[in-house]
């Protein structure tokens, strides 16, 4: 049985007539399949995002204005670099560099742990994993920008890790610290970046090996400066902003956890039900078989293996604690496991890295399954009509409204309001946010009942959902303000009762 090298495979040198080629085609695809994803319509968080970010000032009730979003500031501050066009699509289209800078760093980093083999086998798993709608990958959402920063910060640590020179491996660390960093400043739990990074160190400072013990004690100061970086830059904000740390974490940390039990108290079922799809979907995409097939072979592994090898572990078992602790369970969960696999696969998939052909066979064959996996998501996703109902109600208001109506969507689906330019004056864009900020309702029907009263209400789901309205007291707020003029796409549609507005036709649907 052959055994796996004490020291990840040395860095290789892109060789432009071999792996650059094959690389710059993968990432050409890339482009193309991401290029058919611009023009669907934007999903709820993307709608959302973009209504919060075009909004955003100072001095606001949260920490983006008027609008309250349990996201970090480095992802609103993309989607505000996306909102500076009018294009609603920009931010698809900004997300193409992001999968770009994923499939580029895993071939780097697959190349460290398994030499120009590993490199093309976890290029291939990371293109195929970032493309797939079935991990709703088509989205520019806090998973896929951050997902991107986590797969930099690897490939950025083990290029440290395997620097020749001194200063080069100073470089790549405080690289590495500052991507690391970056990654939970886009999505809150991607942490993976300072896992590894914590890995190598602990790794060098334990082991008896004098050079290595000489890298972690480079590495170490270096990728904590880098890392207090974007920490800085976030202090920098919150002060110029009026917002403390105490507000940051208020809504961006505290919330997770008061949100996590509302959601377990009032709607179990249903994200046990999501969880088993998530494990469906995770299989079908040949994820989790990734996933799966790293255990398999890292139990046969010699304990000596590399630092590189031996933080896969870490990294995958962090990755499914912090899914199972995010409470609702929607497939772009899975694109937490999504660098992790990328390096098992660089390390199990090439054939001096796996110990026995049987498992070497095993890996290749779950990589083939997750590109196939990939094409089967895209086809169907390419040839299914696309349910967007938000952007044909979305469409309706915008032909029907005044220019200055307001508009409220109960309950959540802000898509609708970023296709209508309309603003909301109810704080709550999602419908977690209201259960857990507003249970009782009491601020929705004060702002229903108010001078501010929003000129249209969207109706996606039932009004008592979760039980929220059993006295039907917002049922018959409704009724006394508001009549329906119209139902789109079979959504009623309410507009306020002193109000009048020439009707554009219902759009098919």
Not at 2 to 26: I, K, Y
Request: net charge positive; with cysteine.
């Amino acid at each position: 049985m052959a055994s796996m090298p004490a020291r990840d495979a040395e860095p290789a040198v892109l060789d432009l007539g071999t792996a650059g080629r094959p690389l710059a085609l993968l990432c050409s695809v890339v482009m193309v399949v991401r290029a058919t994803y611009v023009p669907r319509p934007l999903r709820n968080d993307e709608g959302g995002y973009l209504l919060v970010a075009r909004q955003w000032h100072t001095g606001g009730e949260f920490l983006y204005g008027d609008y309250f979003v349990d996201r970090p500031p480095l992802l609103m501050l993309i989607f505000r670099l996306a909102s500076l066009v009018e294009w609603d699509q920009a931010v698809r289209v900004l997300a193409i560099p992001f999968v770009l800078l994923f499939v580029l760093a895993g071939w780097r980093a697959g190349t460290l742990l398994g030499g120009p083999a590993g490199g093309r086998w976890a290029a291939v798993v990371a293109a195929s994993v970032m493309c797939s709608p079935w991990l709703a990958a088509e989205q520019a959402d806090g998973e896929l920008f951050g997902a991107a920063f986590v797969m930099a910060a690897i490939a950025l640590a083990l290029s440290a890790w395997h620097a020749d020179s001194g200063t080069g491996r100073l470089c790549w660390a405080g690289a590495a610290g500052v991507a690391a960093a970056a990654a939970p400043l886009v999505k809150q739990n991607l942490l993976e970046g300072l896992v590894l990074l914590a890995g190598l160190v602990l790794y060098g400072c334990w082991s008896h090996d004098g050079a290595a013990r000489h890298r972690a004690l480079r590495i170490a100061p270096a990728a904590l400066v880098g890392a207090l970086v974007p920490c800085a830059v976030a202090l920098v904000w919150l002060t110029a902003a009026r917002s403390g740390l105490s507000a940051a974490w208020r809504d961006l940390v505290a919330f997770r956890g008061a949100a996590f039990d509302t959601i377990w108290a009032s709607s179990p079922d249903a994200s046990i039900r999501r969880a088993w799809l998530l494990v469906g979907l995770g299989l079908v995409t040949g994820l989790l078989p990734v996933v799966l097939t790293w255990f398999l072979a890292a139990s046969r592994f010699p304990r000596h293996g590399s630092p590189g090898l031996r933080t896969i572990t870490a990294l995958l078992v962090f990755g499914v604690g912090a899914i199972v602790a995010g409470g609702s369970y929607w497939p772009p969960y899975l694109l937490q496991l999504a660098p992790a696999a990328v390096l098992a696969a660089g390390a199990v998939a090439p054939s001096v890295s796996v110990p026995g052909a049987w498992m070497r066979g095993c890996s290749r064959t779950v990589v083939a399954a997750a590109v196939l996996g990939t094409l089967a998501s895209g086809v169907v996703h390419a040839t299914v009509p696309q349910l967007s109902y938000s952007q044909r109600i979305g469409e309706w208001l915008a032909d029907s409204k005044a220019p200055s109506d307001t508009g409220l969507v109960a309950y959540g689906n802000a898509a609708v309001l970023e296709t209508a330019d309309m603003p909301s004056p109810y704080p709550h864009l999602w419908s977690v946010p209201m259960r857990t900020l507003d249970p009782e309702q009491t601020r929705l029907r004060a702002t229903l009942a108010g001078p501010g009263a929003p000129a249209w209400i969207v109706q996606v789901t039932g009004l008592n959902s979760w039980g929220i309205d059993d006295r039907s007291r917002l049922r018959d707020l409704l009724h006394q303000r508001y009549r329906i003029v119209a139902e789109i796409c079979g959504h009623p549609v309410w507009l306020r009762q002193d109000l009048t507005r020439a009707l554009a036709p219902p759009p098919p649907c």
